[in-house]
């Protein structure tokens, strides 16, 4: 079982910064290892892929409308990963969700599909 609390999220002008945070806990062992990603949904509209990143840092793929601007991180001893969203821009406007994926296999974590488990979720709103 994995509980994930995004934080971090808020208004922010466009041109400007902002990190999100996810943290995975309640993690029992048979749950390892984790790949994780970001999505992003506007209300009315489909969930899109941001960015993730599979449970060995080994392939970081990232949404082509976030390519360049936003970078993905984690803190293994603290189960937290990060999203750095620089240059935001009004259509950047979102809620942000966080998701966890079981298991070794990491090649389709641009698929919301094949997440396990996912955050509340935490709004961004970009604002000229």
């Known amino acids: 079982q994995v509980q994930l609390v995004e934080s971090g999220g808020g208004l922010v002008q466009a041109g400007n910064s902002l990190r999100l945070s996810c943290t995975a806990s309640?993690?029992?062992?048979?749950?390892?290892?984790?790949?994780m990603g970001w999505f992003r949904q506007v209300s009315g509209k489909e969930r899109e892929f941001v960015a993730a990143?599979?449970?060995?840092?080994?392939?970081?793929p990232y949404g082509d409308s976030v390519k360049g601007r936003f970078t993905i991180s984690r803190d293994n001893a603290k189960n937290t990963i990060f999203l750095q969203m620089n240059s935001l821009k009004l259509e950047d406007t979102a809620v942000y969700y966080c998701a966890a994926k079981t298991g070794r296999r990491s090649d389709l974590l641009h698929l919301e599909s094949v997440y396990d488990y996912w955050g509340p979720g935490t709004q961004v709103t970009v604002s000229s």
């Open positions: 309640t993690i029992t062992s048979s749950a390892y290892p984790l790949s």
């Open positions: 990143i599979n449970w060995k840092d080994s392939w970081i």
